[in-house]
């Protein structure tokens, strides 16, 4: 269902702003390099914030030896007091969003082999669920620890139907967005990106919906078979999702895969970047009317220089709450 319809229906807090008795419940507690410094423990009754970054220098490098000290985030143009800092600690739910469309068949063996070895690297307590899409998108399998189950499941499927890449990607979001976060939340979708079908959601809904659900997309682009008559209709078809846009706004990368022979180490290397993402956290008082979204800058301390020059933040842009 759409976020306006979940908003009616449900009156907790959504996105990036959780309430930290939910956040840190009773099987998920922040690690205590992460606690509120001042008092060793998160403060319950008020909302947290929690945002995830990866800083690259000008040259694309990755920024990792960087400390709470060194970031800067605002919100609604205010800077906010970080009480929340953590690097690969907090544990991960990763929705795997897998193109089954015509052009994807031959690649699904070579993909079941990549997902064996990628999703191994991550931690026993992170948890993997997956969907597909064609024609139409769907759950197939509910997030579990059991990451050689999700990677089986790949090799059984059979290709075939339209490129629903709209719904794909809202149906993940819609799946953690009705259910309390457990951790960190990562949709990754692998596709050869050529959508033939528009689905029922636009790019505005879209990213309201991943935003809202507090999911930065990452996006695998496999090669697919795509014949030029193919790719000249998909290039005509209007409402198809703006994958660089949902990327750019929720803070996500993308890894372009540009022969199959790579498709292991690059996979890989997505999942190594999801894990060391930098996690920042801060207490809100936002109380913004329901649907208004609060803006989100995240930023260096001003010695390294101007953001977007000197360096660049790959952040999602703002959350909700309610």
């Known amino acids: 269902m759409a976020i306006s319809k979940f908003w009616r229906a449900h009156s907790h807090v959504l996105a990036l702003v959780v309430c930290a008795s939910v956040f840190a419940g009773a099987t998920f507690r922040l690690p205590a390099e992460a606690h509120n410094q001042d008092q060793g423990v998160i403060r319950v009754g008020v909302n947290l914030v929690l945002v995830d970054a990866t800083v690259k220098t000008k040259a ?10 060194n970031f800067e ?3 609604d143009g205010v800077e906010q007091k970080l009480e929340v ?30 997902a064996t070895t990628a999703l191994a690297a991550l931690k026993p307590d992170d948890e993997v669920a997956l969907f597909t899409f064609s024609t139409e998108a ?43 976060p457990k951790g960190r ?25 991943a935003i ?23 290039s005509m078809i209007p409402g198809l999702v703006n994958i660089r846009k949902v990327i750019d706004q929720t803070g996500g990368e993308l890894f372009d895969v540009q022969d199959v022979a790579h498709l292991d180490p690059v996979f890989r290397a997505l999942i190594q970047r999801i894990k060391t993402r930098y996690t920042l956290g801060y207490y809100t008082n936002a109380s913004a009317a329901l649907g208004k979204p609060h803006k989100l800058d995240v930023r260096l301390a001003s010695s390294f220089g101007k953001k977007g020059r000197d360096y660049v933040v790959l952040s999602k842009n703002g959350f909700y709450v309610h």
Do not use: C, W
Not at 60 to 69: F, H, N, P, S, V
Not at 185 to 209: F, H, K, P, W
Not at 222 to 227: M, R
């Open 60 to 69: 694309g490098q990755i920024m990792a030896d960087l400390k709470r000290e």
């Open 85 to 114: 800092f953590s690097r690969d600690e907090l544990p991960l739910e990763v929705a795997l969003v897998l193109d089954l469309s015509d052009s994807i068949g031959p690649f699904l063996g070579p993909l079941r082999d990549a």
């Open 138 to 180: 769907q759950l197939r399998v509910p997030f579990t620890k059991d990451k050689r189950e999700i990677a089986n499941q790949i090799n059984a499927f059979h290709a075939g139907g339209a490129t629903n890449i709209n719904d794909g990607i809202f149906i993940a979001s819609e799946n953690l967005l009705k259910t309390p």
């Open 185 to 209: 939340r990562v949709i990754i979708l692998i596709s050869d990106d050529v959508g033939t079908d528009a689905g029922g959601q636009g790019t505005r809904d879209i990213v309201t919906e």
């Open 212 to 234: 809202a659900a507090d999911a930065v997309l990452y996006n695998l682009k496999i090669p697919g078979y795509n014949p030029p008559q193919t790719l000249f209709a998909a």
């Open 73 to 75: 985030v605002r919100e």
